[in-house]
């Protein structure tokens, strides 16, 4: 419903946080191979023409990250949670996007960017977007006010 479409329409890929793990110079993910085999997929094979990085407030994955107290009985979300601590660095040292927001909801818009950023390191998706066969987009859903926007 938000993105006003149809079954099919888009390929979906979900994950704790919508985290991407950057890719290696050869275009190997530095994490999960999952969200890298989906990339590989939907840009080569699908030849999808948008990848959007959605998050939203209150995501407890952006909670956890901000407040820099991992769980000692979640060893994987913690070892998962990793690749948005480029955000958190962003957030402490360059400031928020809007600092109207509560902290983590903070962090969390300017995952989104990092986030997008590290799409960018897959050489699939950088020489496809430097075609300009597809872009590249950051959104941001306040679950309160019932609105997106755009970073």
């Given at each position: 419903?938000?993105?006003?479409?149809?079954?099919?329409?888009?390929?979906?890929?979900?994950?704790?946080?919508?985290?991407?793990?950057?890719?290696?110079?050869?275009?190997?993910?530095?994490?999960?191979?999952?969200?890298?085999?989906?990339?590989?997929?939907a840009?080569?094979?699908?030849?999808?023409?948008?990848?959007?990085?959605?998050?939203?407030?209150?995501?407890?994955?952006?909670?956890?990250?901000?407040?820099?107290?991992?769980?000692?009985?979640?060893?994987?979300?913690?070892?998962?949670?990793?690749?948005?601590?480029?955000?958190?660095?962003?957030?402490?040292?360059?400031?928020?996007?809007?600092?109207?927001?509560?902290?983590?909801?903070?962090?969390?818009?300017?995952?989104?960017?990092?986030?997008?950023?590290?799409?960018?390191?897959?050489?699939?998706?950088?020489?496809?977007?430097?075609?300009?066969?597809?872009v590249?987009?950051?959104?941001?859903?306040?679950?309160?006010a019932?609105?997106?926007?755009?970073?």
């Open positions: 419903m938000l993105a006003s479409t149809h079954p099919g329409d888009l390929f979906i890929v979900r994950n704790v946080g919508n985290l991407i793990p950057p890719a290696t110079a050869e275009g190997s993910s530095t994490g999960d191979l999952s969200e890298a085999s989906a990339i590989e997929s840009v080569l094979l699908l030849k999808v023409a948008n990848i959007v990085v959605c998050r939203r407030s209150e995501c407890g994955a952006a909670k956890a990250v901000y407040a820099r107290n991992p769980k000692t009985h979640t060893p994987n979300l913690h070892k998962w949670l990793y690749y948005a601590n480029n955000a958190a660095f962003r957030l402490e040292y360059e400031g928020p996007l809007d600092d109207s927001l509560k902290p983590h909801d903070q962090l969390s818009q300017i995952n989104v960017l990092t986030q997008l950023e590290h799409l960018m390191t897959y050489p699939v998706v950088r020489q496809q977007v430097t075609a300009g066969a597809l590249l987009s950051g959104w941001w859903f306040d679950i309160a019932g609105s997106n926007v755009r970073v």
